[in-house]
């Protein structure tokens, strides 16, 4: 909508006249130093810890140093506009993002600043970036399933919303590729009228990747529902440093308005080497690895602020699906080992196992959830309950297979069942399954039914089968899609439309 | 450690030493004249601060410009800041050296930054508001620059009150240009 060139006048016109202006004393600092985006200030003695500080020329920072004499602080902005001596004044506030539903379906900076070339966002809805989270009485256990669509995961490892679930491993390993499916799978639940929100926060990505996502989750009509930030590789270490805490602030909208939402960090290594520029900028001794001592409450108090809500509070809930990058595999880096600790499991996935086809690459023995098992369906429970256990058996009896020895029996059954399992949790990217198919196909290959099938031939029968049961056992699907238990009816049904697919398939 | 934290210890020596001798008025004489001069000449600063240079030949010459009447204090204090190769906090020394002693002394130094020259009658007047708004003494020093277009700014320590023609346009303009923004979205 084009604004009128008289009507701006007018509206300036009387906006001019009814300016009102209260000189007031205010508290002021002279900038000493500026530098690699941080600044050391001095005066400013009223001025609080993360307070929001104003310099000239429009460029904001967060007063992150409180020593005897000066302030240290870092830049929201370009450091080039600063110079020693310019005027700074404190704001008594902490730093407030746009929230709201006018954020869907855009792109924005980590200062909530729109970056998508589509205007400006009408809210007025403002969040402090840091603020609490909720605490104990607030919250209340996690119960509902947030439905990834991967069979891997919603089996073996299920998430539920308000749950903290790590996604770690090497890069090129498919973690960002889990993420996107996972909002992609959330339309269902949007078009149904019980929307998941996603936010999507990129730190330190390059603008290409982010670009990547933007148009994927377009080309398959999940922008609507999904908001971005992007901290790229080449905004300051500041704002990457805050684009985890602004993208929290959007989500918690959500929360407390008692809807559901999803928000991915990734990933919280390059976070965690941003934060670590700022504070030897800032001349914080280094620990460990040269990150600061507080690295590890950078990152708990971040992700605490993921909670499902008490039925009080509106019963609102926000999933976090932080990623960490691994270097060369290893978990027991610092900041792998810190976030492991802090979530409620873990999602590893391997490249060895990536490079062998089984895609996505999650290791299932070193992955899991550590309260997700209250939020699964009672059907998916009962037929994923074994499947663990005989991968468990699989990957111990694999070895021999290797060596081409004579097997018993009992042993080959294993390795069987273990080759077609390995073959069902196979899924390509963008192809999110619904509930009740992840149960109707892992049913079958749990219960031995296509044992028989030639392992090359599975996901081939994995298609045909679960379009001849939307067509011929729409009755069995129906009741499992809307009980989503697997009654005795039920299982019987699958098993006889299995056995009769059977008979077609060749 | 910032050379201020440095500073303000040797300072806080300094006008230690001075009350005790009750002259406070003349070290803070002399340490006008030294910071004066060091102001004024750059190639004295090249001097003090450059490293082959001998502290004797230092400590005589810092002497001569504090001038012969210059209390023991100045002479012993300049002595021990050539000593410790502390050179360079002498141009910061009198600004926090007068600031504490106004604190001791119970003024407040206003710096007032006004468009145009004010004429003796306003200073006075300005001074009476604002000697009765602290409830203390208040000195005066009157900058002018013109890029503040009207009015003044007052600075107090580190507070400060705008009433600029700029500083009030400034405010204008960012006030503006939010509503202006409040429009555009909600069009």
């Known amino acids: ?506 | 450690m910032t050379p201020l934290r440095v500073t303000r210890r040797y300072v806080q020596g300094v006008i230690e030493a001075a009350q005790s001798e009750g002259k406070l008025d003349a070290v803070e004489q002399a340490l006008a004249a030294i910071d004066a001069a060091l102001q004024e000449n750059k190639d004295l600063r090249n001097l003090l601060f450059h490293p082959t240079i001998s502290r004797a030949r230092k400590k005589q010459l810092l002497r001569k410009i504090a001038g012969d009447g210059a209390p023991g204090v100045v002479t012993g204090f300049t002595d021990y800041v050539i000593e410790k190769k502390r050179e360079h906090i002498l141009p910061s020394v009198y600004g926090e050296f007068r600031e504490a002693a106004d604190a001791l002394r119970g003024i407040m130094r206003a710096r007032v930054t006004a468009a145009y020259q004010p004429t003796p009658d306003q200073i006075q007047r300005l001074k009476a508001q604002l000697e009765q708004a602290l409830a203390k003494k208040v000195s005066i020093e009157v900058k002018v620059d013109p890029a503040l277009l009207g009015g003044m700014q007052i600075m107090i320590g580190t507070y400060i009150l705008d009433g600029s023609i700029a500083g009030r346009l400034g405010r204008l303009s960012k006030h503006l240009q939010e509503e202006v923004g409040n429009i555009k979205s909600a069009a």
């Open chain 1, 1 to 506: 909508m084009e604004l009128r060139a008289e009507e701006i006048t007018s509206v300036i016109r009387k906006e001019i006249t009814d300016y009102q202006e209260q000189l007031k004393m205010e508290s002021v600092g002279t900038v000493l130093t500026v530098g690699d985006c941080v600044a050391r200030i001095y005066g400013l003695e009223k001025c609080k810890s993360s307070e929001l500080l104003e310099f000239e020329g429009g460029v904001n920072g967060i007063a992150l140093n409180l020593e005897e004499d000066s302030v240290g602080a870092v830049l929201l902005g370009e450091s080039r506009k600063i110079k020693e001596g310019q005027i700074v004044r404190s704001t008594g506030q902490i730093i407030s993002v746009p929230v709201g539903d006018a954020m869907l379906g855009r792109v924005v900076n980590a200062i909530g600043q729109p970056i998508d070339g589509k205007g400006p966002i009408s809210t007025d809805k403002l969040r402090p970036i840091e603020i609490n989270a909720p605490n104990v009485v607030g919250r209340q256990p996690v119960k509902e399933p947030l439905q990834t669509g991967i069979k891997a995961i919603d089996s073996m490892i299920p998430i539920g919303r308000g749950q903290r679930e790590l996604i770690i491993g090497d890069r090129q390993t498919g973690k960002t590729a889990i993420c996107i499916d996972t909002i992609i799978n959330q339309k269902k639940e949007f078009d149904a009228g019980n929307p998941v929100y996603c936010i999507y926060v990129a730190i330190g990505q390059k603008q290409s990747t982010v670009l990547r996502v933007v148009e994927t989750l377009e080309k398959y009509d999940a922008m609507k529902y999904t908001i971005i930030v992007s901290a790229s590789a080449s905004d300051a270490a500041p704002l990457q440093y805050i684009a985890p805490y602004s993208g929290t602030a959007m989500g918690e909208e959500f929360r407390d308005t008692g809807r559901h939402a999803l928000i991915i960090y990734d990933d919280l290594w390059k976070h965690a080497v941003a934060y670590r520029q700022v504070s030897l900028l800032l001349r914080r001794p280094p620990g460990r690895e040269a990150f600061p001592g507080d690295i590890f409450n950078l990152h708990s108090r971040l992700l605490e602020r993921s909670a499902k809500l008490s039925d009080k509070l509106g019963g609102g809930s926000l999933t976090a699906l932080p990623i960490v990058e691994t270097q060369a595999g290893d978990f027991s880096a610092y900041i792998p080992t810190n976030v492991i600790s802090i979530t409620d499991g873990q999602i590893y996935l391997q490249s060895e196992l990536f490079y062998a086809g089984v895609r996505p690459a999650i290791n299932a023995g070193l992955s899991v959830s550590r309260v997700g098992g209250n939020a699964q369906s009672k059907a998916m429970k009962k037929v994923a309950g074994s499947l663990r256990l005989d991968l468990a058996q699989f990957r111990e009896l694999e070895a021999f297979t290797k060596f081409g020895s004579e097997l018993d029996k009992s042993t080959q059954a294993q390795i069987n069942r273990g080759q077609r399992l390995i073959e069902i949790l196979k899924q390509g990217q963008y192809e999110p399954f619904a509930t009740e198919n992840q149960i109707a196909i892992i049913f079958a290959a749990g219960q031995g039914l296509i044992d028989d099938v030639p392992v090359a031939r599975v996901k081939a029968f994995e298609k045909e089968f679960l379009l001849y049961l939307r067509t011929n056992a729409t009755g069995v699907m129906e009741t499992l899609r809307t009980k989503k238990e697997l009654t005795s009816d039920v299982a019987e049904g699958l098993r006889a439309a299995c056995e009769a697919f059977k008979k077609e398939f060749k």
